[in-house]
């Protein structure tokens, strides 16, 4: 496959086109600043492409990709309306898309537990209702949607696996989970496409 990688130069984005790669998939890097992709020798050439979703009309097309995977996020420079402007962007691709989102944000308000919104709340705030509005538009241009609890560093757990929202059990305890098991079950639905337009829970 050949797979965009929305958001490619952050902590997620990199670990996504690693495993891409890893997997033998073809990986568009769409990025804001280019120089910031870092890509071994020992790999695959990865088509790196300038892509600012506050700038549609430079936005690359995605005409000659199979599917794409958003780690965008807010940036402390980044203005009000990213998030959504990025999720329109890619509605209006009609290709098949994979969005990371939050869990805590619009319908999974209260599904990581009452101490895990708290903290939400005192971490994320305001932007909690710009990622739940960007959810929305991704979900109406099919997209599937990760509701993915409070991300770490660590190993890709064997045991991942995706539930929907209305299946999920409200946890005691915060809940957390690898940006390496994310990656991976973002892959793993990029491939498969077996949830488009649902909100999803990933799990390890």
């Known amino acids: ?66 599917a794409v995977v ?33 869990l805590g944000s619009g319908p999974s308000e209260r599904a990581g537990g009452l101490i895990y919104q708290a903290v939400m709340r005192m971490a994320v705030g305001a932007e909690l209702a710009e990622k739940a509005e960007a959810d929305q538009v991704a979900r109406k241009g099919g997209a599937t949607v990760f509701h ?6 660590g190993p890709l757990s064997v045991g991942r696996r995706l539930v929907p929202l209305a299946d999920l059990r409200r946890p005691l305890l915060p809940p957390r989970i690898s940006r390496a098991t994310v990656a991976a079950l973002m892959l793993d639905e990029a491939q498969t496409g077996d949830n488009g337009g649902e909100i999803v829970v990933p799990l390890s």
């Open 70 to 102: 958003s780690a965008i996020g807010i940036g402390k420079d980044d203005g009000p309306g990213a998030l959504v402007a990025g999720a329109g962007l890619l509605a209006a691709a009609h290709t098949r898309t994979v969005w990371l989102g939050a």
């Open 148 to 153: 993915a609890p409070d991300l770490k560093d």
């Open 1 to 66: 496959m050949r797979i965009a990688v929305l958001g490619a130069s952050g902590r997620v984005g990199r670990l996504l086109v690693d495993q891409a790669l890893e997997r033998g998939h073809q990986v568009v890097a769409l990025v804001r600043t280019p120089d910031r992709v870092a890509v071994p020798a020992s790999r695959q050439v990865v088509d790196v492409r300038q892509a600012d979703v506050c700038s549609p009309q430079t936005f690359p097309g995605l005409d000659d990709v199979d």
